[in-house]
C-alpha cells in the first residue's frame, strides 16, 4: 500500500496541532483528514474508513477515550489503527485508551521527524498483521478464532475484540500451554521499533480475561503468559 492510497484522520481540539501534523503527514503524500472533538471524529470515520485515527485525548464535547470506545463498535471499522496523543507523563490517559481499544499512543511535544517515523511503523504493522506461519483458524472447544474475518465465536456467537486483543489472543492461542516471554509479546504485537510500557500487556490480558473467562490466561510470574485450553 502506497502512502497515496492511505488515509490518516487526525483528531485535536488545538488548531495548531491539527496545522503542523497534516502539513508533515500530507507531504509524505497521505491523505489526510482533520476533526476537533470525538463527535466529529466518529462521523468522519464512518464516512472516510481510514487506515490510521490520531485521536487526543482531552476534547470538549467528546474526549478520545469515549470516542475510541465507540469507533471499535463500528464493526467497518475493526480494522483501523487508533494511536492516542498524550502528554508526557500521562500514564492514566496510557492504560485507559488501550482499554478502550488503541493500538498505541504518541506523547506531546510532538517532533515530526519522530512522528513520522512511528506512524510509519504503525502502517507497517497493519501490512503485516498475519504471521508467516500461522494457521488462518484456530479451534479450540467453545473458541474459534477466525483471522481472515477478525473475530472470535464463543459459545456459538460472535465477538469482535479491539485489534491488538485480537492478536495478543491469536499468538497465544496459536500455542496452548506455551509460555510466551513479555518481550516476545511486545515484539510479535506491539512491534520491536515501537516503545510501549511494561503495563500495556497487562492491560490487554486484563480485558481478554474480562471477555474470554479467567481460567484461559495463566501469568507465569516475571515470565509472560500462557493460554490454557479448557
Excluded at 496541532?17 to 470525538?38: K, P
Excluded at 464463543?154 to 486483543?165: A, T
Excluded at 515484539?187 to 503495563?199: H, L, M, Q, S, T
Amino acid at each position: 500500500m502506497s502512502n497515496k492510497n492511505i488515509k490518516i484522520l487526525l483528531v485535536d481540539d488545538e488548531p495548531d496541532i491539527l496545522e503542523i501534523i497534516s502539513y508533515n503527514l500530507t507531504a509524505q503524500g497521505y491523505i489526510v483528514f482533520t476533526a476537533n472533538n470525538g463527535a466529529k471524529a466518529i462521523k468522519k470515520a464512518k464516512k472516510e474508513h481510514p487506515d490510521l485515527i490520531i485521536l487526543d485525548v482531552m476534547m470538549p464535547e467528546m474526549d478520545g477515550i469515549e470516542a475510541c470506545e465507540q469507533i471499535r463498535q463500528i464493526p467497518e471499522l475493526k480494522h483501523t489503527l487508533i494511536a492516542f496523543l498524550t502528554a508526557r507523563g500521562e500514564d492514566y490517559s496510557q492504560v485507559a485508551g488501550f482499554e478502550a481499544g488503541a493500538d498505541d499512543y504518541i506523547t506531546k511535544p510532538i517532533k515530526p521527524k519522530v512522528l513520522v517515523s512511528k506512524i510509519k511503523s504503525l502502517l507497517r504493522r497493519l501490512n503485516n498483521t498475519s504471521a508467516s506461519d500461522a494457521k488462518n483458524q484456530i479451534e479450540l472447544n467453545n473458541l474459534t478464532i477466525d483471522r481472515d474475518a477478525y473475530k472470535i465465536i464463543l459459545d456459538g456467537q460472535d465477538m469482535v475484540l479491539p485489534r491488538k486483543e485480537f492478536e495478543l489472543l491469536y499468538l497465544l492461542a496459536s500455542k496452548p500451554g506455551k509460555v510466551f516471554k513479555r518481550e516476545d509479546i511486545l515484539d510479535k504485537i506491539w512491534g520491536n521499533e515501537v516503545v510501549v510500557g511494561g503495563r500495556t500487556i497487562d492491560v490487554h490480558i486484563r480485558k481478554l480475561r474480562e471477555k474470554l473467562g479467567d481460567s484461559r490466561f495463566k501469568t507465569i510470574k516475571g515470565v509472560g503468559y500462557k493460554f490454557q485450553n479448557k
